[in-house]
């Protein structure tokens, strides 16, 4: 495994290029940070850096892995409506960031994503911390080709609130062979 130095220009360039290809960034960033003190925090910060609108919840990661993500984002006053709800743009926001940073670590070298189409069914008032979960399917290659990702948004009592389906077209990087 390899370690992730910010002095290290390797880890420079994957920034660089994280439009590009960003799966090499997104595995050295959390396979190295989370297991350190702080490191989730950290990850997380530099992952709404790189998407300033989703990162406007201020998105906490929990966990990354194969196939997997979750995502929590806390009950504070900027993610609120006017009726003290958790907003549904808040919703959308957070659910985008989980599938996003979800497959950010699942795809492969040499790929890049981008969002293509979003559905979002509202079901319950948020009303705490919001925890959202992301199950990616396997991505063997970077050919072209459309993904949905579900996400799944709970309150703190594992009540369901919302659901995003995101879909997202996978292809090769820029300069790809």
Same mark, same amino acid.
């Given at each position: 495994?390899?370690?992730?130095?910010?002095?290290?220009?390797?880890?420079?360039?994957?920034?660089?290029?994280?439009?590009?290809?960003?799966?090499?960034?997104?595995?050295?960033?959390?396979?190295?940070?989370?297991?350190?003190? !702080?490191?989730? $925090?950290?990850?997380?910060?530099?992952?709404? %850096?790189?998407?300033?609108?989703? *990162?406007? /919840? =201020?998105?906490?990661?929990?966990?990354?892995?194969? !196939?997997?993500? $979750?995502?929590?984002?806390?009950?504070?006053? %900027?993610?609120?409506?006017?009726? *003290?709800? /958790? =907003?549904?743009?808040?919703?959308?926001?957070?659910?985008?960031?989980?599938?996003?940073?979800?497959?950010?670590?699942?795809?492969?070298?040499?790929?890049?994503?981008? /969002?293509?189409?979003?559905?979002?069914?509202?079901?319950?008032?948020?009303?705490?911390?919001?925890?959202?979960?992301?199950?990616?399917?396997?991505?063997?290659?970077?050919?072209?080709?459309?993904?949905?990702?579900?996400?799944?948004?709970?309150?703190?009592?594992?009540?369901?609130?919302?659901?995003?389906?995101?879909?997202?077209?996978?292809?090769?990087?820029?300069?790809?062979?």
């Amino acid at each position: 495994m390899t370690a992730f130095n910010v002095k290290s220009p390797n880890w420079l360039r994957d920034v660089r290029n994280i439009a590009d290809a960003p799966g090499r960034a997104f595995r050295r960033g959390w396979d190295s940070l989370s297991r350190l003190p !702080g490191g989730k $925090r950290i990850f997380s910060q530099l992952a709404g %850096r790189l998407a300033p609108f989703s *990162g406007a /919840v =201020h998105p906490q990661v929990l966990e990354l892995g194969k !196939g997997y993500g $979750r995502v929590r984002m806390p009950y504070h006053r %900027r993610v609120l409506n006017h009726i *003290g709800c /958790v =907003h549904a743009a808040a919703f959308f926001d957070l659910g985008e960031f989980t599938a996003i940073t979800t497959l950010g670590y699942n795809i492969p070298d040499g790929a890049r994503l981008i /969002v293509s189409g979003a559905q979002i069914r509202y079901l319950k008032k948020g009303r705490s911390d919001v925890l959202a979960i992301c199950e990616c399917p396997p991505i063997e290659s970077a050919e072209r080709r459309e993904f949905e990702l579900p996400v799944r948004m709970e309150n703190q009592d594992g009540e369901l609130l919302a659901e995003l389906k995101l879909n997202v077209l996978v292809g090769p990087a820029k300069g790809a062979a």
